[in-house]
């Protein structure tokens, strides 16, 4: 007899499945989930024959109905794909992989689970139990966007012991310097247009939001990537540029894979938010807006590029 505990709102999906193997005493994420799957009579599982995305998909469907949510719903509340720029079967197989430990090769990959100290406490008062919030574990993020504190990295999503936060503090990382959050208010905005991206993707109004970036970067003598514009001198600085001058480095490099030695370098995937094409990695946008428009000027921008959406 299984027991099915609920997620609550925002709870990230690997911390839920850890959460169902550890009240039900099981040793293992994928056992757990293929016996949902067999609990919610979604078909005997198999093993080489099918594709893979099938049995992935399966597995989301056993997870929803075991959250009394549809597949929707499940994956719209505790993924992060929205944000990501993934689709809801390249989450799918995702989710598969991280049930195998293996990390994959798209980008952005968050590599390590992230969590607050200061969210346990009140987690465990609310619910009585700690859980994995999706927020901490958006690419890019490194502070708790409620408390303003430096998150806790640790080494492995799915080692099963460090399922359950309270039982994994001991084998945390060296915390971000949370002295950063308050001294770069870029980053501040950064963190609000990511969650905000998990209700309304950015990069689906990706030619919208390119035309206004592209418009302020021009604005602001910025030079956009290819640097073919008459009116922008060719010794203009770059996004990238005006980046390291808004953001602390090791964030830019650990986050984007920017190095210090690229300033005054045009050709980098943080640039091409100004070319067109929707060609930049999606959390891009969300540092290039943050860098280029005051906050009431990137409500406006949402504002007016969400109605494909709504
Ligand atoms: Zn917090």
């Known amino acids: ?106 980008y952005p990959e968050r590599k390590r689970p992230y969590l607050c100290r200061e969210c346990i406490p009140q ?57 950063d959050f308050d001294k770069y208010p870029v980053l501040q905005s950064f963190c609000e247009l990511m969650i905000g991206s998990l209700r309304r993707p950015l990069w689906m109004s990706v030619t919208r939001i390119e035309d206004c970036l592209r418009r302020r970067a021009i604005e602001l003598g910025l030079r956009p990537d290819g640097g073919d514009v008459a009116t922008v001198p060719n010794d203009s600085p770059f996004l990238s540029d005006l980046a390291f001058a808004e953001c602390p480095a090791w964030w830019l490099e650990e986050a984007f894979g920017l190095q210090r030695t690229t300033v005054g370098k045009g050709r980098l995937a943080l640039n091409r938010v100004l070319s067109g094409g929707g060609r930049a990695p999606p959390m891009s946008y969300a540092l290039a807006i943050a860098l280029l428009f005051s906050p009431r000027e990137r409500a406006d921008i949402l504002n007016k590029s969400s109605h494909l959406l709504e």
């Open 1 to 106: 007899m299984l027991i099915l505990p609920k997620p609550v709102d925002n709870e990230f999906v690997l911390g839920f499945i850890g959460r169902i193997t550890h009240v039900n005493l099981e040793g293992s994420c994928f056992k757990i989930v293929r016996a949902l799957v067999a609990h919610f009579n979604l078909g005997m599982e198999v093993t080489s024959l099918r594709p893979h995305y099938y049995q992935a998909e399966r597995h989301i469907q056993a997870l929803a109905l075991a959250s009394d949510k549809s597949v929707d719903e499940f994956l719209f509340c505790h993924f992060n794909f929205p944000a990501e720029r993934r689709t809801p079967r390249v989450a799918a197989k995702w989710l598969d992989r991280q049930m195998c430990r293996k990390n994959g090769r798209e």
């Open 123 to 179: 987690q465990v008062q609310e619910f009585d139990f700690p859980f994995w919030h999706r927020h901490h574990q958006l690419p890019g993020l490194y502070w708790c966007p409620v408390h303003k504190t430096a998150l806790l990295a640790f080494d492995h999503w799915l080692a099963e012991d460090a399922l359950i936060p309270v039982a994994a503090l001991a084998s945390v990382r060296t915390p971000a310097t949370a002295a």
